[in-house]
């Protein structure tokens, strides 16, 4: 299976590439490779992250185009009568990324924390967790796997804020993974050092997943000891002033929080203009001092998806992996016909999967990853979504 089209060059504007895929233009940024007008590339998030021989393209776009074309009708069949607020954030989808749908890779290789959120299950005070940490190698074998074997095109690494993993080390495991497996690196590892970001960024990370998980200061601050939201927001700021595509949002259903608040969690996303809007429903842990809280309906979280995407009609949106938790049967189906466009699929390697606990029985730990695959693409292919990331 492959999660992204190849795109011919036609046009190139110094950093700014023109893509056709199938007679549809885009454009991508290109910084590390040296491209002509017919070259094939893939692209990921807006850069361009793989240039490939023009033979393999080619095989490629052959078991593609049939496709492509089925799915474009399946997606306009289910979109051309939009009938009450889900419907209509979907045709909005409809209208601005097509049927295109990201699929991003997930790797989670510490569960080291030295934060203290109350909703978290991996917080520093939870005795109850075992801790693991991947080795430099491991985590670049992993990363292997998933581009090479799984064919992911992005791949966010996630961690806990672990200091073990220096900037020295971090920029090991970067290395390894750009030299080895071609793709989009997406830092996921908390509010570290803006300076260790900056030299990520030079060492070719182009993404950042950081959330803001409450645009409330009070309720930000109650529940994450010690910390600042204006600090995380700042920093959220200089991020994407550097340059990286950032994919950012909310917890929904914390406790504390009002509608109002989850209202003003949409302004604050779009407002800062994440590239990428993750949000979830909360899910209680049982070995933390939110235990007793009862989750969100999947009515508030699909009403959330669907407001963000009127919203912000060119947003990319993240249907996530709590929400998969919340409703294991229905929530992906259901977020992409709300107005959501991009997925995550676990692909930890699976001893550590069910260790990084940061709510209970999370979607997708337990099952193989081949058949999760084969899982999500046919459920994509049943609601006309080709999975795949075209370009800006
Ligand atoms: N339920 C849902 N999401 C959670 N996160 C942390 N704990 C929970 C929980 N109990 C989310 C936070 C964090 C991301 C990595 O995981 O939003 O940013």
Not at 14 to 24: I, K, R, S
Not at 158 to 180: H, P, Y
Not at 272 to 298: E, Q
Not at 354 to 376: C, E, F, K, L, Q
Request: proline share 4%; charged share 25%; hydrophobic share 40%.
């Amino acid at each position: 299976m492959c999660y992204a089209i190849p795109g011919k060059v036609t046009s190139i504007n110094n950093a700014v590439v023109t893509l056709e895929y199938f007679g549809e233009q885009r454009k991508a940024k290109n910084e590390f490779y040296d491209l002509k007008a017919g070259d094939y590339v893939y692209a990921q998030g807006g850069f361009i992250i793989q240039k490939i021989a023009a033979a393999h393209a080619e095989d490629i776009l052959k078991t593609w185009e049939e496709l492509f074309f089925k799915l474009k009708e399946v997606d306009s069949e289910l979109t051309s009568d939009p009938k009450g607020l889900y419907q209509k954030a979907n045709a909005l989808r409809h209208k601005h990324h097509g049927n295109s749908c990201c699929v991003h890779g997930i790797i989670e290789f510490s569960n080291y924390c030295s934060s203290d959120c109350l909703y978290c299950g991996i917080r520093k005070n939870n005795p109850g967790v075992s801790r693991y940490r991947m080795g430099i190698d491991e985590i670049a074998r992993a990363a292997y796997q998933a581009v090479h074997r799984l064919k992911f095109k992005a791949l966010v690494l996630q961690s806990g804020e672990d200091s073990w993993f220096t900037e020295k080390r971090l920029v090991a495991i970067v290395r390894k993974i750009k030299e080895q497996s071609p793709c989009l690196i997406i830092l996921s590892i908390g509010e570290r050092d803006f300076g260790i970001y900056e030299r990520l960024y030079r060492e070719g990370c182009r993404g950042v997943l950081l959330r803001f998980e409450t645009s409330n200061p009070l309720l930000y601050e109650r529940l994450k000891p010690g910390r600042i939201l204006r600090e995380r927001v700042a920093l959220i700021k200089k991020l994407l002033k550097a340059g990286y595509i950032v994919m950012s949002g909310f917890l929904i259903g914390l406790p504390g929080q009002s509608e109002q608040d989850v209202l003003r969690d949409i302004e604050l996303t779009d407002s800062l203009g994440a590239d990428i809007f993750s949000f979830g429903p909360f899910i209680p842990h049982p070995d933390t001092p939110l235990s007793h809280v009862l989750p969100a309906s999947t009515e508030t979280v699909l009403n959330t998806i669907a407001r963000a995407r009127i919203r912000n009609p060119k947003a990319n949106i993240l249907v996530n992996t709590s929400f998969e938790t919340l409703d294991r049967e229905n929530a992906v189906r259901l977020g992409l016909m709300a107005g959501a466009n991009s997925l995550m699929i676990n692909v930890t390697p699976r001893k550590y999967r069910r260790r990084y606990d940061i709510y209970p029985h999370r979607a997708g730990i337990d099952s193989n990853i081949h058949s999760r695959i084969d899982s999500v693409v046919k459920l994509l292919h049943s609601i006309g979504r080709a999975p795949t990331d075209l370009g800006i």
